[in-house]
Every structure is written in C-alpha cells, then in structure tokens.
C-alpha cells in the first residue's frame, strides 16, 4: 500500500513540474527564484456581529450577556515577504492590521455591572500570518490565479483581552507581473476565529476575519 502511495505521489509530482508554469521559464518574463516584498490596502471585518442574537430570538436573559449591537468593517492595510522558489510556489509572511470594532451592551448586562455601568468596549484585531501559496498561469500571460493555506498568529487587544492564538488561515486571488522587478495582485483572505460557549461569550471571544485586498510587491 505503502509503495502505491508513493508511486502515484512521484507521478503526480513528475506531472506538476512538466506543467506551463511550474517550471522557470513560462509566461512572458524570465523567471529566477526571488525574494520580494510590499504593502497592501483594502476592505476587511471582524465579526463580533456573530455574538448579538438575531431579533427573533432576543430575549431579557440573552441581553444580560451577549452584546446588543456591534458596529465593525472598514479599511485594512499591512505589509508583506516573500519567497517565490517557481513560479508556481512561494511563502508569505503578512502583517494585517484590521479596523476597531465597537462592541455594545445592554445598560443591565453582565458587561456592565463588571465594569462600572459601562456598555461599550472598543476592540482591536491584528494578524501576523505565514501562507503557503500554490499559483497556476493563465494561458501563456503574465497573470496568474492563486491559492493560499497556513496559519495566522491572531492578536485581539482591548479592555478584557490581550493575547495571541493560533488560528488557520486561507486566501485566494490573480496576480499579475507588471515587469521584472514590480508584481500586482489583488485577493481575498479568511482567518478562523474561535469562541466559547460561556455566560459572557465576549470574555474568551477571537473574531473570525474576512479581508479584501489590493497589494503591490518589488521582486529582487
């Protein structure tokens, strides 16, 4: 079994090299491995909107631990660096800073009789996130679709919270190769988050993450 297994692995790892793309070589430009860096900007979100019941199911017993109403989104910017070993491989490490989100509470909540009739915590999210990227060239063009998996450290700082978890992290996208040295890219991200079920769930809450960003890379 063992040696079938590893048979149809070679097949399969023989099929991907001889394959537009997974070679150097393919596309328009001329390909080297390469180290790179750069800086994006867009649209992302937390979602502490998770913790507030809908209206169909909001209650006087709900309101004294859940919040009430979240408000959250907004830009996003960060930076990254690479490593592209072929044109169909690289490693990324990110650093995502995501926009506050307002968490609001019942004036009767738990949240507010621990901590002297407040009924509102501002939270912040941020993500240091290392990827495996798989990319496939469109046609014999300088773009290419993409896939990401990894892990991302999640930081969530406020009031109640200052700590870090480990958390699984997943992206897709095109980029496109301007030139030698300038690549262009925009893409999509999605980071687990994590949650209890407790009678102050916003006590041990970590918010799932959905960004949408342009980014702009230099190669070396």
């Known amino acids: 079994?063992?040696?079938?297994?590893?048979?149809?692995?070679?097949?399969?790892?023989?099929?991907?090299?001889?394959?537009?793309g997974f070679s150097g070589g393919s596309g328009?430009?001329?390909?080297?491995?390469?180290?790179?860096?750069?800086?994006?900007?867009?649209?992302?979100?937390?979602?502490?909107?998770?913790?507030?019941?809908?209206?169909s199911r909001q209650n006087s017993a709900l309101s004294m631990a859940t919040p009430i109403k979240v408000s959250e989104g907004g830009s996003v910017a960060g930076a990254f660096i690479g490593y592209e070993f072929v044109p169909a491989f690289a490693l990324e490490l990110t650093y995502?800073?995501?926009?506050?989100?307002?968490?609001?509470?019942?004036?009767?909540?738990?949240?507010?009789?621990k901590h002297d009739d407040l009924e509102m915590f501002r939270t912040k999210t941020k993500t240091v996130s290392l990827l495996a990227k798989v990319m496939m060239p469109v046609s014999n063009t300088a773009f290419r679709l993409y896939s990401s998996v990894g892990a991302a450290g999640v930081q969530r700082k406020d009031m109640l919270i200052n700590d870090w978890r480990l958390s699984p992290s997943f992206g897709a996208g095109l980029n496109y190769r301007l030139g030698k040295h300038v690549m262009a890219e925009i893409g999509a991200n999605y980071t687990a988050g994590y949650g209890e079920s407790q009678l102050s769930p916003a006590d041990s809450y970590f918010p799932f993450l959905y960004s949408v960003v342009g980014r702009l890379a230099y190669r070396f």
């Open 96 to 113: 995502m800073d995501y926009p506050n989100a307002n968490v609001f509470f019942d004036p009767m909540s738990l949240f507010s009789f």
């Open 1 to 20: 079994m063992n040696n079938k297994i590893l048979t149809k692995c070679s097949f399969l790892s023989l099929l991907l090299v001889s394959l537009p």
């Open 28 to 55: 328009p430009f001329s390909f080297n491995p390469s180290l790179y860096f750069g800086a994006l900007g867009g649209y992302g979100s937390t979602t502490w909107a998770g913790l507030v019941p809908v209206k």
